[in-house]
């Protein structure tokens, strides 16, 4: 079975290559590099010992991607490839919408050319904006706050549209909560070039001294310590969702042809406790200054998970601790990420 992994170059992505080759999966991976180097992909054949196919191209390119599908014979796609700034999202809002949501569109018209008709998408939690109530259940109204979760949004209609055309598709959209965390060989994680927007990048940053602190983005929210909190979730564990999401997806037929559910731990942690585990995991200290809320932030935000207990068998293993120890261990291996 050979799976074609759109953005396998990126962060999410790397991982992923890494456990679908370990569960005996052959691998081609379509990435720019818009946003990765192709070097991740060598870490990730040093990690298991297994070989995998690179093809640099743009999933814009409707023409590259048929002939790279029928190359490989390929029976299912795990679509990560896109752009995700959100602040970018706003001053960009063209670039945005050609690549996650044209780019998608081209990436279905080129399975359907070539047979292929399972796909793993990429979704976020930010689909569902302000939450009205909390756990998110995959039911919880959506409302994208900005034009990036607003791509996203539309990628799942599309693809909900077109699950609902023809019973032959199959889709899986997985909503991400905020994936940390790295390998646990330290050979892979994430390079955010430039400043990182979120939270845990920054701290890092600070942590191994390229940044004097941490801006912490408002303390006066209705959370138990007033910063805001979050469902982060190891990638690792995140990609191990993806696994058992493909392997839901071969047990679907018929009109149940596409599935929605929810990928974090249903546990939230506010900015100043995640700040308190790094500086355990790394013993190292993390200067902050309190600063203005940022606009667009939602004071707390995490997943109910009985949707991917039920419809996934899975469930995060993976705690903070590990979290922070994984993501401290692959920076200090790779003070540059993979520049070195
Ligand atoms: P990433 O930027 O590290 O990976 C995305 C990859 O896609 C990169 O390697 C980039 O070079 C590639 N790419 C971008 N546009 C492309 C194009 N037009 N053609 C080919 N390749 C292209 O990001 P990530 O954190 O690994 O995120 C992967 C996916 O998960 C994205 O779709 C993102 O929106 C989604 N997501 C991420 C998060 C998060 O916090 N990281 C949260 C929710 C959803
Ligand atoms: C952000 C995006 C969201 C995207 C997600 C991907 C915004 C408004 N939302 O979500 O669309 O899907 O990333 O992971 O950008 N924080 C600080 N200081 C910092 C950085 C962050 O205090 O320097 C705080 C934030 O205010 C927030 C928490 O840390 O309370 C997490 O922030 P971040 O990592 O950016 O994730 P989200 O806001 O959940």
Known sequence: MTILITGGAGYIGSHCCVTFLQAGHDVVVVDNLINSRAQSLKRVEDITGCKLFFEEADIRDQDALERILAK??????????????VGESVSQPLDYYDCNVVG???????????????????????????????????????????????????????????????????????????????????????????????????????????RDKLSVFGDDYDTRDGTGVRDYIHVVDLVEGHLKAYEALQARSGNDNCFTVNLGTGTGYSVLE???????????????????????????????????????????????????????????????????
């Open 104 to 210: 998608t569109h081209r990436l279905l018209k080129a399975m359907e050319a070539t047979g292929v008709h399972q796909l793993i998408f990429s979704s976020s939690a930010t689909v569902y904006g302000d939450p009205q109530y909390l756990p998110l259940t995959e039911n919880h109204p959506t409302g994208p706050v900005n034009p990036y979760g607003r791509t996203k949004l539309m990628v799942e209609e599309m693809l909900t549209d077109v699950a609902a055309s023809d019973p032959k598709w199959r889709f899986g959209i997985l909503r991400y909560f905020n994936p940390v965390g790295a390998h646990a060989s330290g050979a892979i994680g994430e390079n955010p070039l430039g400043v990182p927007n979120n939270l845990m990048p920054f701290i890092t940053q600070v942590a191994d001294g390229r």
């Open 274 to 340: 995640m700040v308190r585990a790094f500086e355990r995991a790394s013993n190292k200290t993390v200067p902050l200054v309190i600063a203005p809320r940022r606009e667009g932030d939602v004071a707390e935000c995490y997943a109910d998970t009985k949707k991917a207990e039920e419809t996934l068998d899975w469930r995060a293993q993976r705690d903070l601790t590990a979290m922070c120890h994984d993501t401290w261990n692959w920076v200090c291996k790779n003070p540059r990420g993979y520049d070195d």
């Open 72 to 85: 490989y014979d390929c029976t299912a796609v795990i679509h990560f490839a896109g752009l995700k700034a």
